[in-house]
């Protein structure tokens, strides 16, 4: 594979030539210019990868060649070269977005590293600018607050869509930091009360008797410290959408009562008589296995099943494939505007760490990893060791990669995406995007016995 184009611009003619060899002998295609003005008529023409320039030339000198070349192909890196004396310009130069500079004379081991982290930078740039666009189109085929276009998230689309335009209850389920949240208000977005307010409550955060009435409000004289009449949180999303997360926390008596809002439409702020109607679209979220807290007794059986109306559950990031690095290249690019940072790529080694973590905290660790790893970041992209946490041995299971065959890689992905998945095959083949018998098939060849769901 043929290497990268460099213009080298220098008036000495000696260090331009030595220069061009030494690059040459390296396998780089080699343009020369004489001063400023020249080179950059050759990179608006030919458009090199990289300019290695002097910075102290007669017409037209280093500084105004680079801020031309910023201005008019600022795609082009620029590598200046100055004398040891003149660190000074080299800092000005760094300030104005040279890539990076070398002190003359130049030492040639120096110069070939910094030539090829500068491309490195530069091919990892175009990635990221490639992966941005391809997010931005799967930005149109998924839903609002949400990205990725893993099988396991598009049936996620396709339900929310599909029961965004009724009234139904919805219950959201999984693991914290999958992006419940996000998932209900994208389905107040689609829905017909997208013009009316989306209001959230965490349960987990009050008391029971604070619960209370910032559900349902309460009247002046109520108890203790209520000196005025407050609308709860059912009147405030009324016409619009009522997000209630963490719902298996809410007390036995708050059930009952948030029992009948859901049958009648209707309830009392606490301290009051008055009947309230209310139409609001309630949607519920929790990281608990609410069946299993019915069959302890801990959560009433006649809610669950006016909540589980509609169940959505929300998939964790470890089985959701690719959409892990196109997160990252989202986090990466907020981050790096909130901070206003000069942070635009990761490394190949960064990618292949966020791609091989299994990410407990889902989502949100991801985020907060990436929001860490820009405010830390010393250069302009992401190193494997700016991320805070750590990688996985090469070694998966009884699978080496490189070194397993496609048949024994096939065996690994089955056996744990079953194992992930607590033994649904119709999970499994949703998740790695074949067919149920495909896996039975596989299984029964393995000797393995269908895993039953736990």
Not at 175 to 182: F, L, M, Y
Not at 384 to 411: H, W, Y
Request: aromatic fraction near 4%; hydrophobic fraction near 40%; charged fraction near 30%.
């Amino acid at each position: 594979m043929s290497k990268a184009r460099i213009l080298v611009v220098d008036d000495v003619e000696s260090a331009r030539n030595g220069l061009a060899r030494l690059l040459e002998q390296d396998g780089y295609a080699v343009e020369r210019a004489a001063d400023g003005k020249e080179g950059l008529d050759i990179a608006l023409e030919k458009s090199p990868d990289l300019i290695v320039s002097d910075l102290a030339m007669p017409v037209m000198g280093g500084m105004e060649l680079l801020a031309q070349v910023k201005k008019q192909v600022a795609t082009i890196p620029v590598i200046v070269a100055t004398s040891s004396d003149d660190l000074g310009s080299a800092v000005a130069a760094m300030r104005a977005g040279a890539a990076d500079y070398l002190t003359k004379p130049i030492d040639a081991d120096a110069m070939l590293i910094a030539i090829e982290r500068v491309l490195e930078r530069r091919e990892l740039a175009a990635e990221t600018e490639n992966l941005r666009r391809q997010l931005r189109r799967r930005d149109q085929v998924g839903l609002e607050g949400l990205i990725g276009t893993s099988p396991a998230m598009n049936k996620v689309y396709r339900m929310a869509r599909q029961v965004a335009p009724s009234r139904a209850t919805v219950l959201v389920t999984g693991e914290s930091g999958t992006g419940k949240g996000e998932l209900a208000r994208a389905v107040h977005v689609l829905s017909p009360r997208a013009a009316d307010p989306f209001v959230t409550l965490h349960c987990a955060s009050l008391a029971e008797s604070l619960l209370e009435s910032e559900l349902f409000g309460h009247e002046r004289g109520a108890f203790t410290g209520a000196d005025k009449r407050r609308v709860g949180r059912f009147e405030q999303a009324h016409g619009g959408t009522l997000f209630l997360d963490e719902i298996g926390e809410i007390p036995p008596l708050t059930q009952v009562k948030l029992l009948r809002v859901l049958q009648e439409r209707t309830f009392e702020r606490v301290g009051g008589n008055e009947p309230i109607k209310v139409d609001t679209r309630l949607i519920a979220a929790t990281n608990k296995d609410l069946a299993a807290e019915v069959r302890e007794g801990r959560f009433r059986e006649d809610l669950y099943y006016r909540l589980n109306v509609v169940h959505i559950e929300m998939p964790p990031l470890r089985l959701r494939g690719s959409d892990v690095l196109v997160l990252a290249e989202h986090f990466l690019a907020k981050f790096a505007r909130e901070n206003q940072k000069r942070v635009d790529a990761f490394s190949a080694q960064a990618r292949s760490k966020i791609s091989g973590h299994r990410w407990p905290g889902n989502v949100r660790e991801l985020e907060n990893a990436i929001e860490r790893a820009v405010v830390l970041a010393e250069r302009g992209c992401i190193e494997e060791s700016d991320l805070p946490f750590e990688g996985v041995p090469v070694t998966q299971g009884s699978v080496r990669i490189p070194g397993a065959t496609m048949a024994e890689i096939e065996k690994y992905a089955i056996l744990s995406t079953l194992e992930a998945v607590n033994g649904s095959t119709a999970r499994a083949a949703d998740i790695l995007d074949i067919g149920i018998r495909t896996i039975q098939y596989r299984l029964h060849e393995y000797g393995v016995a269908r895993p039953r769901p736990s």
